[in-house]
């Protein structure tokens, strides 16, 4: 079985290119398919301002992204008369150098979860919410973590250029999720963190932070009921998906010693916190999917990315010829409001959960 993606210049529309994508015969991937094929035949949205991260050349950059930030944070401030987002997050204010500023990024991303809630309990905020507020609320975590990944890209580019982590980020609104099942989470044991180039994975399709990203952004504290509180296991899967364009990184490979490293780590870490690393149920890893014929693309990794790069727009998927066009792109003049009518629905069922 293969999925064919169309990819296009968002600037130029008339340059595309297509790859496929080989689905691994596993449980999951096989379920996957058929919810990838449900999302097409119901013609669901595309989220085009958050597909493509890690791409070092692209027109999103820092002041594009800080600019579409100031506007959702000023549409918020708007709203609320009870809530008030103070810092101000320029190009300036986001990095120490070529590093994150780690600290203005958390103190964004918690105004999200604080304004959005989580997926089984919205916050009041995010139910008061105008149709402009949602999307600009909504816009807090997917440009914190755009920002995040250019930043990184940008020192990776200076320090180590071969380890610019590219990648694909296939997202659908209001796309219908299923409980994740015991033998699709036998996959984390056999997968782990690996992530390999053209390979394709399961997006997480929900809010909260992991155990490895609690370990890895907040030092590895101790597992609090506090901090265990803002930890999600993942409970469902969808027909999203992720693409990994990054050069591969697998456990035990010698070229990557600081990836075994921090794995080592992360793996006493939970020992200290009695939690078992093998146990499917924590959701330690990435779910593989399938891979993409990357021999169509070009004879090198650095050479497809560059392609890539010059084409980071989703205009067509396909499979089992069922296809859905997306003739639209996050450098339309529209796009936001292309968007927040296609929300509508789901903004208006949120409001109606008022108690």
Known sequence: MEIKVTLRNPLHHNEQIVYEIEVFDNALARDWVMALKEILLNKKHLEKNYCFLGFPNTARDDEYLCNKLKHSVDTINSFFDDYYISEEFTPSTIRNG????????????????????????????????????????????????????????????VRNPEWVRSSQITTFLQCQRYDLRDEHRDLFNVNGYDRKFGHVY????????????????????????????????????????????????????????????????????????????????????????????????????????????????????????????????????????????????????SSKTIS
């Open 202 to 349: 399961m997006h997480w399709t929900q809010i909260g932070k992991t155990l490895f990203e609690v370990f890895r952004d907040e030092g590895a504290p101790e597992l609090t009921d506090t901090v265990c509180e803002a930890i999600t296991h993942l409970r469902y899967y969808s027909g999203e998906f992720d693409i990994e364009w990054g050069n591969d990184v697998v456990l035990g490979d010698p070229t990557v010693p600081w990836h075994n490293e921090e794995q080592e780590k992360f793996r006493a870490w939970l020992l200290e916190n009695d939690l078992d690393p093998t146990d499917p149920q924590l959701s330690l890893g990435y779910l593989p999917l399938g891979k993409v014929r990357t021999e169509d693309l070009g004879n090198s990794e650095e050479e497809i990315r560059q392609l890539l790069g010059k084409h980071l727009d989703i205009y067509k998927i396909e499979v089992d010829g069922i296809s859905n066009t997306f003739d639209y792109c996050w450098s339309d003049p529209d796009h936001e409001q292309q968007q927040i009518d296609q929300m509508r629905e789901g903004y208006d069922y």
């Open 98 to 157: 070529l590093d994150p500023n780690q600290t203005v990024m958390n103190q964004l991303h918690n105004h999200f979860e604080v304004l959005q809630g989580t997926v089984e309990n919205l916050s009041d905020y995010y139910r008061r919410a105008d149709y402009k507020t949602k999307y600009a609320i909504r816009q807090l975590n997917n440009i914190c973590h755009e920002l995040e990944s250019w930043m990184l890209t940008q020192r990776k580019l």
